[in-house]
């Protein structure tokens, strides 16, 4: 399992995630007034960004890392960045499907005639600088303080209706999230610049930064201060936050559950894993195993807990609780196909999340419902929206030909390789309760009764501002279902 350590200098980088930046400056300039301007500005950053990203694909495949130094804070530590095979993951999906998301939120945000809708668009470009920011960490202090930046930048957005569910939500968020990153990761992050003298990420996931004499109890210590400082991942006790921010409206909990906030979140946590602990360390001290085992109660508790929810967001909103914990058990099994399933599932899961969320949105625009329990019948009025439901769910299960199989099916044997007979059964039994909160969604949607005295009268599918995105994304997660290569390339490069 070896690194890149050819670096080019490119400032594709810093323009990168400076395009957001000045993308929601623009919005801001252009106001209420001007609205078709604005969301303008919003798709011309979200495509330039996008571009920049997918530039440097070929040099990263090369085997190249590209670095920009911005400035340095004290021996050891600075702001810096770097698009390595690790970075390309995240950043590619997010950017692309901030693509998508511009557009679904036009028609969304309309649709229902939402106030201050220039705030909006101005914070989810500044999300996506933050988000950004994070792929493209050189180290624990600057990837910490994008993290920071993602958390305050999406504040605005939970408590976006300004009601007091809309405040609750956002102050659970908030506290949540910078809580155990003060909490924990903070002083985690001072002691490892103590212990090492750097917060450099490694260049190849194997070795880490500690030295090997560092004492192995305090290791241990530093590593569960960092898993559970990012509380963004999700995973059980502080994932309180993310039903919470719910309340927010659908595009920016599709932002929260699919591309930024909570891909932040596991992004940060196995890139500290593998980059600051390293896989030789982690074998050592016997700590991936335990963390899978650790993170296997949250996937399974959450399933259970998605069965019990009537509403649609909130039943997806525990399956992105249970969903983001595929990643960090992938990686903490430590073997190299469980390391590509856990990867490989942070794009195939932002696919598949934001289909199912753009579907929820969707649903609510063109019906004003929110319980699946209204939607019997649904289907056959709105049989695009549903039809990307039901490829999205079997990707969420993990049937072929849908993304969520390539996740699955790595895992699986990445347990195997582990030898985890107890993993692999965590494995099939949350397979089979992501069967039983989808497929009754799809099912009632087509094959059940309208509920009592309903027709439907006057219901037909969601703006195409809307339903285009839709499609879009349940057709791209087949398409990496069937030729998953292209991002396994970047997998593959991180696991050697």
Known sequence: ????????????????????????????????????????????????????????????????????????????????????????????????????AAFYSMGYMRGLHEHAQTRFNACFALSLFGAMGVAFSDNLFTLYLFYEIVSVCTYPLVAHHQDQEGYDGARKYIVYLTTTAKAFLLPAMVLIYVLTGTLDFATNISTGIFPPQTNAFLVTILYAFCILGFAKNGVMPFHHWLPGAMVAPTPVSALLHAVAVVKVGVFSTTRVMLYVFGVDTMNALNLGIPTAYFVSFTILMASVI???????????????????????????????????????????????????????????????????????????????????????????????????????????????????????????????????????????????????????????????????????????????????????????????
């Open 1 to 100: 399992m070896t690194g890149s350590t050819n670096i080019i200098e490119s400032a594709k980088l810093v323009i990168a995630i400076l395009v957001p930046l000045f993308g929601a400056v623009a919005v801001m300039l252009t106001g209420e007034k001007r609205a078709n301007l604005r969301e303008t500005c919003s798709v011309v950053a979200a495509v330039l960004m996008f571009s920049i990203i997918a530039s440097m694909v070929p040099d990263v495949l090369a085997g190249h890392t590209l670095h920009f130094g911005m400035f340095k804070i004290v021996p050891g530590v600075s702001v810096t960045l770097r698009a390595d095979a690790f970075s390309m993951i995240f950043a590619l999906a997010a950017s692309f499907l901030w693509i998508l």
């Open 306 to 496: 998605a069965l019990s929810k009537t509403n649609l967001k909130a039943r997806l909103a525990y399956s992105t609780v249970s969903q983001l914990s595929y990643i960090i058990l992938g990686v903490a099994m430590l073997t190299p196909a469980s390391i590509n399933g856990g990867l490989i599932h942070i794009a195939n899961h932002a696919f598949s999340k934001i289909t199912l969320f753009f579907c929820a949105g969707a649903i609510y625009v063109a019906t004003h419902k929110k319980d699946i329990s209204e939607m019997g019948g649904l289907g056959r009025t709105m049989p695009f929206t549903f039809a990307a439901f039901a490829i999205a769910s079997l990707s969420m299960i993990g049937a072929p030909p849908v993304a969520g199989f390539v996740t699955k099916w790595y895992l699986l044997v990445g347990s195997m390789q582990a030898h985890q007979v107890g993993l692999l059964l965590v494995l099939l039994a949350s397979t089979l309760l992501n069967v039983g909160y989808f497929a009754p969604v799809t099912y009632n949607a087509f094959f059940g009764k309208r509920p009592a005295g309903e027709k439907y009268e006057g219901i037909k599918e969601a703006p195409l501002s809307m339903v285009i995105p839709i499609m879009i994304a349940a057709t791209i997660s087949i398409i990496i279902g069937i030729y998953p290569d292209f991002m396994m390339q970047f997998v593959k490069a991180v696991t050697g």
